[in-house]
Structures are given as C-alpha cells and as structure tokens.
C-alpha cells in the first residue's frame, strides 16, 4: 500500500512536457510582442506600459511554470508573492507624495528663474 502512494506522489510531480512547450511558445509569442512595440514605433506611455505588461506576463509565467509556483502551497506562494507586490505598492505611494511635493513647492516658491 505504501508504494503505491509513494508512487501515486512521484507521478504527481511530473507535468506534461506539452505544458512546457506551450509556456516556451507563449514566452516567444509575448517577447515578439514586445519587440514589436519598438519596431512599429509606438512612443510615450503606451510603449512603456505595453513593454512592462509584456515583461511581467512573461515573469509570471516563468514563475508560476518553470519554477513550479503553480503547484506550491497557497501559504508559500504568498510568503515568496505578497513582498514584491507591497514593494510596488509603497514605491507606488512615493511617486504619488514626490509629485504632490514638487507641485506643493512650485506653487508656493514659483518656478525657478
């Protein structure tokens, strides 16, 4: 009984090399994507939102696929996810409060001659 759960749990771990090479397509497709955005020309903040959007989907799929995050307890997925994502949120937070700070003192102190 004992070896055929330790063999139920061994063919648990391997996934499908179709997943893998579906991941490897998705990865190409999205950085031809990205590259694209530079050889049509699209300029301003549409270039870099498209490029950043790009580059966290091809991050997330290498995470969740290639480093087996997909299949990892919630718990841990959390711990290794939620850091990053309050590091974004609170550099977002700091943008926002220089920006307000420059204007506050433009206002107050006028432009510079």
């Known amino acids: 009984m004992s070896e055929m759960t330790a063999h139920t749990q ?3 771990q391997h996934h499908p ?3 893998y090479l579906l991941v490897w397509g998705l990865l ?3 950085s031809a994507f990205s590259y694209m955005v530079d050889y049509i020309g699209i300029q301003g903040y549409l270039r870099w939102s498209l490029i950043l959007l790009f580059m966290m ?3 997330g ?3 969740a696929v ?3 995050m997909a299949w990892e ?3 841990l997925v959390y711990a290794i996810l939620l850091p990053p994502a309050a ?10 409060e220089a920006n307000h700070t420059i204007l506050t003192r433009l206002a107050f102190f006028g432009t510079a001659p």
């Open 66 to 68: 290639f480093m087996h």
């Open 17 to 19: 090399i179709r997943l």
């Open 57 to 59: 989907l091809k991050a």
């Open 87 to 96: 590091v974004l949120a609170f550099t977002a937070l700091m943008v926002s």
């Open 61 to 63: 799929l290498i995470v």
């Open 28 to 30: 190409f497709v999205l």
């Open 73 to 75: 307890r919630l718990a």
């Open 10 to 12: 061994t063919a648990q």
